[in-house]
């Protein structure tokens, strides 16, 4: 039996006039590039690390707001060789990420190598594992500072993490719960888009800002 075109280019027609349900807070997806200024060893990064991961300044350059109301990791990669000239780059480093959890053992993967053959990590966050779950803005002290995992690598090394995450609306464009821990661009950069540093919190070693972004207009200007 032979359609009826007619009656399928009325269905077509009909379906113009009526937009589908749009989801305005979509999740959406990006791996955001570090480097360590400075050797890190066994640094932790909580909850609050990655909902202030990136954050916008006000029109004067000053504080920032969080950009993103959830964060969930999906992966951690690190490359990292030894600098310096020889020998000091035939000496071994070793690169690791820890991941942590309340449900069950933490989980630990490493590596070690040279300039030669770089030391290399690839991990995803284990089933149960504290970053395995979204971080949400939060007012409770306790689950901010969550850890989700420990980081270690040498001087140098690159971290690339890979998040998914929801963006704030206009209404939820506010201040963190906790100051923003950052190093400013000088002079200030007003009403800019930033990425933070991934060890942004006062859980990091000696106030943290080691691991600096890069490749993105970052708050320290790398």
Known sequence: ???NPNKKQRKSSRTEKFPPTLNLKPVQSRTLRFVCTAAV???PIDR????KIMFATDSNGNGGNTVYTAVRL?????WA???GSTPASTSMVTAAVEWQSTRGPTTLKSDTGNSFEPAHVDTKPPKESEASFWS???SSTTIRNEILFYITAPVGAIVDISICYVEANGSQLAAPQESL????VTPATASSYLQNSLDNTANGAA??????????HTALGV
Do not use: E, F, W, Y
Not at 48 to 51: A, K, P, R, Y
Not at 74 to 78: A, D, L, W
């Open 81 to 83: 060789g030894t600098t």
């Open 181 to 184: 821990q950052i190093n400013t």
């Open 41 to 43: 060893d066994n640094i």
């Open 207 to 216: 106030g943290g800002n080691l691991i600096h972004g890069v490749g993105l």
């Open 136 to 138: 949400q803005v939060s």
């Open 74 to 78: 999906k992966r951690v990669k690190i």
């Open 1 to 3: 039996m032979t359609k």
């Open 48 to 51: 609050n690390c990655m909902i």
